[in-house]
């Protein structure tokens, strides 16, 4: 692969953009084309309302009625199979009011989940003044944060009440609050597409299962093994032929050279071609901000149970959930990454460029956001996973030159912790929840932020 130089600075932040170079492949050039990933699909139900007992608002949904938590619950009928779930509704604005829970049943087993929350906070997504909102598909809409549940054939949903505080009502006992979904409530049931390997057909969630009884299994078809699914890694003198110009000039002093630039070496990347995004879903231009200064760092997925092989397919199902259920124009987070410490390309536009995500509601301007699969809030990130970060980090802030182990200061566009307008200073490598009133990205993983810094500004060589 020739180490050609990526656009510069100066033209990033005159919004002149120049012709896409080595990372951020033509849309043509970029989508799959093998016939190795058959389609998905996603299943949209309407939910109704749970004080309608008599009716769910789907064919495919049996009625609403009580739960032995207090709630009400509704089941599917016969749907498809499907690997990802989650439920949108018409206002943005608008919050579920009490515990939104599903319970999936596994396909091949057909033994039920236990009861899962989905995330109903705002937390992550396009800020209001974005392009997103002026998307072909139209505005972007409310939607819980998708929780992949495997190869499953039916569900469960139901909305338990949050019990309220005597202290809250006045009262000498504890009552129950109400259970109300928004107003045009969707059940999103997501199938991310098949991988189809040497004569295996792969069922949604599910790429290790039915291989021949006999014989040496077929082999592994890896993002690696498809032609342009992944970013080398360079060596440091590689990654600052490539990218030292463009570091040089994006900090402060005028005296620094290419050679002198405090980047990190590129970290091997598996671009969206890799895990196999149609991109003809996502809309066809770019956005972009000015230089990336910081990095907010995300959990997603909301479980760990998953395996490395089926993260592309998680991928993608993340991707149709953001842009086919809550009418984003590309997935939200600029990168992820496995709990094997393999890296993601995410939105597309080009992984050095300073593409304009939907991670960090009010600060997806000039930062770049990182999705950890799993959950990590009393579990301790993998290390492979936790030195990606630090390696993904020193590279990407390096190119932009910041100090990836220092401090930075961004304007809120607005959001729950922020007002707009306000000047705040964070971390080059931040958590969600120092932009916005979140637990995410877990609180083991917070923890480990400040090592994460630490290790990628030693990788810049500060």
């Given at each position: 692969?020739?180490?050609?130089?990526?656009?510069?600075?100066?033209?990033?932040?005159?919004?002149?953009?120049?012709?896409?170079?080595?990372?951020?492949?033509?849309?043509?050039?970029?989508?799959?084309?093998?016939?190795?990933?058959?389609?998905?699909?996603?299943?949209?139900?309407?939910?109704?309302?749970?004080?309608?007992?008599?009716?769910?608002?789907?064919?495919?949904?049996?009625?609403?009625?009580?739960?032995?938590?207090?709630?009400?619950?509704?089941?599917?009928?016969?749907?498809?199979?499907?690997?990802?779930?989650?439920?949108?509704?018409?206002?943005?604005?608008?919050?579920?009011?009490?515990?939104?829970?599903?319970?999936?049943?596994?396909?091949?087993?057909?033994?039920?989940?236990?009861?899962?929350?989905?995330?109903?906070?705002?937390?992550?997504?396009?800020?209001?003044?974005?392009?997103?909102?002026?998307?072909?598909?139209?505005?972007?809409?409310?939607?819980?944060?998708?929780?992949?549940?495997?190869?499953?054939?039916?569900?469960?949903?139901?909305?338990?009440?949050?019990?309220?505080?005597?202290?809250?009502?006045?009262?000498?006992?504890?009552?129950?609050?109400?259970?109300?979904?928004?107003?045009?409530?969707?059940?999103?049931?997501?199938?991310?597409?098949?991988?189809?390997?040497?004569?295996?057909t792969r069922k949604p969630g599910d790429v290790q299962r039915h291989r021949p009884q006999t014989g040496k299994p077929p082999r592994e078809d890896g993002?690696?093994?498809?032609?342009?699914?992944?970013?080398?890694?360079?060596?440091?003198?590689?990654?600052?032929?490539?990218?030292?110009?463009?570091?040089?000039?994006?900090?402060?002093?005028?005296?620094?050279?290419?050679?002198?630039?405090?980047?990190?070496?590129?970290?091997?990347?598996?671009?969206?071609?890799?895990?196999?995004?149609?991109?003809?879903?996502?809309?066809?231009?770019?956005?972009?901000?000015?230089?990336?200064?910081?990095?907010?760092?995300?959990?997603?997925?909301?479980?760990?149970?998953?395996?490395?092989?089926?993260?592309?397919?998680?991928?993608?199902?993340?991707?149709?959930?953001?842009?086919?259920?809550?009418?984003?124009?590309?997935?939200?987070?600029?990168?992820?990454?496995?709990?094997?410490?393999?890296?993601?390309?995410?939105?597309?536009?080009?992984?050095?460029?300073?593409?304009?995500?939907?991670?960090?509601?009010?600060?997806?301007?000039?930062?770049?956001?990182?999705?950890?699969?799993?959950?990590?809030?009393?579990?301790?990130?993998?290390?492979?996973?936790?030195?990606?970060?630090?390696?993904?980090?020193?590279?990407?802030?390096?190119?932009?030159?910041?100090?990836?182990?220092?401090?930075?200061?961004?304007?809120?566009?607005?959001?729950?912790?922020?007002?707009?307008?306000?000047?705040?200073?964070?971390?080059?490598?931040?958590?969600?929840?120092?932009?916005?009133?979140?637990?995410?990205?877990?609180?083991?993983?917070?923890?480990?932020?400040?090592?994460?810094r630490t290790e990628a500004g030693r990788l810049q060589g500060r």
């Amino acid at each position: 692969m020739p180490l050609a130089p990526t656009e510069s600075a100066d033209s990033m932040l005159s919004d002149k953009h120049s012709t896409p170079s080595e990372d951020a492949v033509p849309p043509a050039a970029r989508a799959p084309g093998s016939g190795r990933i058959v389609p998905g699909h996603t299943q949209s139900l309407p939910l109704g309302t749970p004080a309608d007992s008599t009716r769910s608002g789907d064919k495919l949904l049996s009625a609403w009625e009580d739960d032995p938590s207090g709630g009400r619950r509704v089941v599917s009928r016969k749907v498809k199979p499907f690997a990802l779930v989650g439920v949108v509704w018409d206002d943005p604005r608008a919050i579920p009011r009490g515990r939104l829970q599903v319970q999936a049943r596994d396909a091949d087993t057909r033994r039920w989940s236990d009861w899962r929350s989905l995330n109903t906070r705002s937390d992550h997504g396009p800020g209001p003044d974005s392009k997103e909102g002026s998307t072909a598909r139209g505005k972007p809409l409310g939607a819980t944060a998708p929780l992949w549940v495997g190869n499953s054939s039916a569900l469960r949903v139901r909305i338990v009440p949050t019990p309220v505080s005597p202290k809250t009502t006045g009262s000498s006992q504890r009552q129950v609050g109400k259970a109300e979904l928004p107003a045009g409530a969707r059940l999103e049931l997501v199938d991310p597409g098949a991988e189809v390997g040497t004569g295996e057909t792969r069922k949604p969630g599910d790429v290790q299962r039915h291989r021949p009884q006999t014989g040496k299994p077929p082999r592994e078809d890896g993002p690696a093994d498809r032609p342009g699914g992944t970013l080398p890694a360079l060596t440091r003198a590689q990654t600052n032929a490539t990218y030292g110009d463009d570091a040089a000039k994006a900090t402060p002093s005028r005296s620094d050279r290419a050679e002198d630039a405090h980047i990190g070496p590129r970290p091997e990347i598996i671009t969206r071609k890799g895990w196999g995004a149609d991109e003809s879903m996502r809309e066809a231009d770019f956005s972009y901000t000015g230089p990336t200064k910081a990095a907010f760092v995300h959990h997603s997925a909301e479980t760990n149970g998953y395996s490395c092989a089926e993260v592309p397919s998680i991928i993608r199902g993340i991707y149709r959930y953001h842009v086919k259920s809550s009418r984003w124009r590309d997935i939200g987070y600029n990168f992820l990454v496995d709990k094997c410490g393999k890296i993601y390309e995410g939105r597309a536009g080009g992984v050095a460029k300073p593409v304009m995500g939907a991670h960090t509601f009010g600060f997806n301007e000039d930062s770049t956001g990182i999705a950890l699969l799993g959950t990590y809030s009393k579990t301790d990130a993998p290390k492979a996973a936790t030195d990606a970060l630090s390696k993904l980090t020193a590279w990407k802030l390096g190119v932009h030159g910041v100090d990836a182990s220092g401090k930075v200061t961004l304007t809120s566009g607005g959001g729950s912790k922020h007002r707009k307008g306000t000047r705040v200073v964070f971390n080059a490598v931040s958590g969600h929840r120092d932009g916005f009133s979140t637990e995410c990205p877990g609180e083991r993983l917070y923890n480990e932020l400040p090592a994460i810094r630490t290790e990628a500004g030693r990788l810049q060589g500060r």
